[in-house]
């Protein structure tokens, strides 16, 4: 959780996307874990890209951090949340 606190994403802000039907930007295989990548919104309506591996049956945050802009518009457009 060390690494989101640095892009000022919190524990809470990581679970909300999980939440609410996040889009699946894919996965990559890196250091012998599979790695999730998503883009979601917290309650605040914050787009945020979350990174995650499954460690047995528990979702590990990697990282997470604010999505670019343009990322944010088309999120928020495919969304309908503009």
Same mark, same amino acid.
């Given at each position: 959780? #060390?690494?989101?606190a640095r =892009?000022? #994403? $919190?524990?809470?802000?990581? &679970?909300? +996307? @999980? &939440?609410?039907? +996040? ?6 295989? #890196?250091?012998? &874990? =599979?790695?999730?990548? &998503?883009? %979601? =919104? !917290?309650?605040?309506? @914050?787009?945020?890209? *979350?990174v995650w !591996?499954?460690? %047995?049956? #528990?979702? @590990? +945050?990697? !990282?997470?951090?604010?999505? +670019?802009r343009k990322? $944010?518009?088309?999120?928020?457009? *495919?969304? %309908?949340? !503009?």
């Open positions: 959780m #060390i690494h989101i =892009h000022d #994403i $919190t524990a809470a802000e990581f &679970e909300h +996307p @999980r &939440e609410a039907d +996040p889009l699946d930007m894919g996965y990559d295989f #890196i250091d012998g &874990e =599979h790695r999730w990548i &998503e883009v %979601g =919104h !917290t309650r605040a309506v @914050r787009v945020i890209v *979350l !591996t499954l460690r %047995g049956s #528990i979702v @590990r +945050p990697v !990282t997470a951090w604010q999505a +670019p990322r $944010t518009i088309a999120y928020l457009k *495919l969304k %309908g949340l !503009t």
